[in-house]
């Protein structure tokens, strides 16, 4: 379990400068304060925080009730960005100089962009060519399921992935699930999203869970030819492919 949160803290912290500009922030708040309740008060309160936090009692409520991901995601950010702002705020005050403020400036500045992963890198932003600025494979999912129901309703199963752009895409493809399987139909629609997120899915079980839901399609990777001869024979035909996402339709409920 220690091993798992420590895993998550890594996530947010990684091996940018984060923890040691905090510190040094708190460290020039206190060394440069001016007025020395403002600085005082700051500091105060980001140690507050912190011990809010990582006290057990506190830190498991909060846990409780906005998720283990964004506690951890909340943590470094309530006392990150008023220490940090403060802090290099009174370093730069301390000089009466305006040349060596702006040089301060421009530096802090620099360490702090220097200092994390930026968003703007290869793999994270791409090209798509559709209004709804969604991946192209996703958009092409929906214009063949759209092709093929004819207007008529319809209850897609997909995994994590598809199904959150799927809602963006076309919110009148309805979900039999929504996002982490919250939401779902019923109980056996949140074990179909069990078992489609699954490391490796069985083919007979997934199809066999769509048609008690009266799934009319499935969108999803599927693990091997196997699960796709188990899914046609649960009554799951292949609709068509946008690799690497398999369509399988079901007429029974067209």
Not at 96 to 103: C, G, K, T
Not at 115 to 138: C, H, L
Not at 165 to 185: N, T
Request: glycine residues 8%; charged residues 20%.
């Amino acid at each position: 379990r220690r091993q798992r949160q420590m895993c998550i803290r890594d996530r947010y912290w990684g091996n940018g400068w984060i923890p040691y500009l905090l510190a040094l922030g708190g460290a020039c708040a206190l060394i440069f304060r001016k007025k020395k309740k403002n600085s005082l008060s700051l500091v105060l309160y980001s140690v507050f925080l912190l011990v809010l936090f990582f006290c057990p009692f506190s830190g498991r409520v909060i846990m409780k009730c906005i998720g283990k991901i964004v506690y951890w995601r909340v943590l470094w950010l309530l006392p990150t960005v008023p220490l940090i702002a403060g802090g290099f705020t009174e370093l730069v005050r301390r000089s009466r100089n305006r040349i060596v403020q702006v040089i301060l400036v421009l530096v802090l500045t620099g360490v702090i962009a220097a200092s994390g992963t930026g968003m703007i890198k290869a793999g994270n932003f791409e090209r798509v060519y559709n209004r709804q600025q969604v991946p192209d494979q996703i958009a092409m999912i929906c214009n063949r399921i759209n092709e093929d129901r004819e207007g008529k309703e319809v209850r897609i199963a997909a995994d994590e992935y598809t199904a959150s752009y799927i809602r963006v895409y076309d919110p009148s493809l309805k979900m039999a699930y929504g996002r982490r399987g919250d939401g779902a139909v019923g109980k056996k629609a949140r074990v179909l999203y069990k078992q489609i997120t699954s490391e490796v899915p069985d083919g007979k079980k997934t199809s066999s869970l769509a048609d008690a839901v009266h799934c009319t399609y499935v969108v999803m990777v599927p693990p091997d030819e196997n699960f796709v001869l188990d899914m046609v024979a649960g009554g799951y035909q292949v609709l068509d492919t946008v690799s690497p996402y398999y369509i399988f339709s079901c007429d029974k409920y067209k």
